[in-house]
């Protein structure tokens, strides 16, 4: 799966904790250093492998648990409409 971050979603990193808002949604998110990583790592063009990849290098956990962790948190940032599917590898990302 790839996603996008919603294009009415600001967000900001302040010590390292990420702070999420959707502002359509009516959403704040909290983001503890790794979920913080992963929205970073949210372009429209890594796959979710992608960045369970990234996350494993970086953090000591391995795959598996990167891989739960990460498809759970996407499906929450999806629900709450902060990120969106991209379809095709044609949808370009939008500002």
Do not use: H, K, Y
Not at 14 to 29: E, K, N, P, W
Not at 33 to 56: C, F, H, K, N, Q
Not at 64 to 82: C, E, K, W
């Amino acid at each position: 799966m790839v996603v996008r971050r919603s294009p009415s979603a600001a967000w900001r990193t302040i010590a390292g904790q990420g702070i999420v808002l959707g502002v359509d949604s009516r959403t704040l998110r909290g983001l503890n250093p790794v979920a913080t990583r992963v929205w970073e790592l949210i372009d429209g063009a890594r796959s979710s492998a992608d960045i369970v990849a990234e996350i494993t290098r970086e953090f000591a956990v391995d795959a598996a648990r990167a891989r739960r962790d990460i498809d759970a948190f996407l499906g929450d940032l999806l629900a709450r409409r902060l990120v969106e599917p991209i379809t095709s590898p044609a949808d370009p990302p939008r500002a």
